[in-house]
């Protein structure tokens, strides 16, 4: 196996991951929409982005978002957004 194919895969158990969280946390929430800060929180998934003498205002969920991202396209969550807040559940 290359250095792609181990990435790749180590991707895919990461999200595989989330995904089982999301579903496990679903029975807690209003019609299963599990919110996007709660998986970020909880899973401490807020990295900061740039190089270190670069200047960024905080922690981002990139890293979140990239997997989520994955997870739909799979068809594995269903994805919305209420006013500034995203929601995420299992199909």
Do not use: C
Not at 8 to 22: A, C, G, P, V, Y
Not at 56 to 77: N, P, S, T
């Amino acid at each position: 196996m290359n250095n792609k194919e181990k990435v790749h895969k180590l991707i895919n158990e990461i999200s595989r991951e989330i995904f089982n969280f999301i579903k496990k946390e679903e029975s807690s929430f209003e019609k299963r929409w599990v919110p996007a800060t709660h998986i970020k929180e909880t899973l401490d998934l807020n990295f900061v982005a740039v190089p270190q003498e670069n200047i960024q205002y905080g922690k981002k969920g990139w890293f979140f978002a990239i997997i989520a991202r994955r997870l739909e396209d799979e068809g594995l969550v269903e994805y919305k957004k209420e006013d500034l807040r995203a929601f995420y559940r299992t199909k």
